[in-house]
């Protein structure tokens, strides 16, 4: 028994169907071609597109100037898009109510997290859009970015006044605290009769 070799045993019938994939279908022959169709010209008019595709010349690449253009382009998508973002989250914080929960918190929390990790992250925003031709232009609008940023930031600090949790007035949360009584009174001298 330890001499004798032993073959694998053949694989199985659906591993030989995938190692050799089907050969394609033949169009049945009961079906007529639609008027005007034939096969040659179908054939005749895939060959010159071909023809035709290998025959144009390839595009021409963008010029610097076309090129600076387009990053340019890019860079105000960029700009602009904090502020396509600013009416869905003051939807956002007016549907949320002024109370405590812990979806107005999360929310109230992304809100300013997002514009202030994207004013950290100013730099990196737009160094793929620098070149020496568009340095100039993209000052602008990086400050567009940085202002639809900070109109973010904003809109968060409503919605924390809203909720009263900002101290600019004597709000429910100070309700604890005494009044203050001042440390020096005036007295009026006349009319008391000493």
């Known amino acids: 028994m330890a ?41 005749k008019r895939g060959s010159s597109k071909q023809q035709s595709s290998k025959d144009q010349p390839a595009r021409k690449p963008p010029t610097p100037e076309e090129m600076d253009t387009l990053k340019v382009k890019k860079a105000w998508e960029v700009a602009i898009a904090p502020a ?15 109370s405590l929960q812990i979806f107005s918190i999360m929310m109230v929390f992304m809100l300013f997290k997002t514009p202030i990790t994207a004013l950290m992250g100013l730099p990196n ?10 340095k100039d232009k ?18 968060g600090l409503w919605k924390v006044g809203q909720m009263g949790l900002l101290p600019t007035t004597r709000s ?23």
């Open 3 to 43: 001499g004798a070799s032993h073959s694998p045993p053949p694989p199985p019938q659906w591993v030989l169907d995938l190692d050799s994939p089907p050969a394609p279908k033949q169009k049945a022959g009961s079906t007529p071609d639609p008027p005007g169709f034939s096969t040659a010209s179908s054939t």
């Open 172 to 194: 429910d949360w100070l309700a604890w605290e005494a009044a203050r009584e001042p440390l020096e009174r005036a007295y009026p001298i006349f009319g008391t009769g000493k």
């Open 138 to 155: 993209l000052l602008l609008v990086k400050l567009v970015y940085v202002l639809t940023n900070l109109l973010a930031v904003g809109l």
């Open 125 to 134: 925003a737009f160094q793929r859009f620098e070149s020496p031709g568009t």
């Open 84 to 98: 396509k973002q600013l009416p869905m989250n003051a939807i956002g914080m007016y549907m949320t109510g002024n």
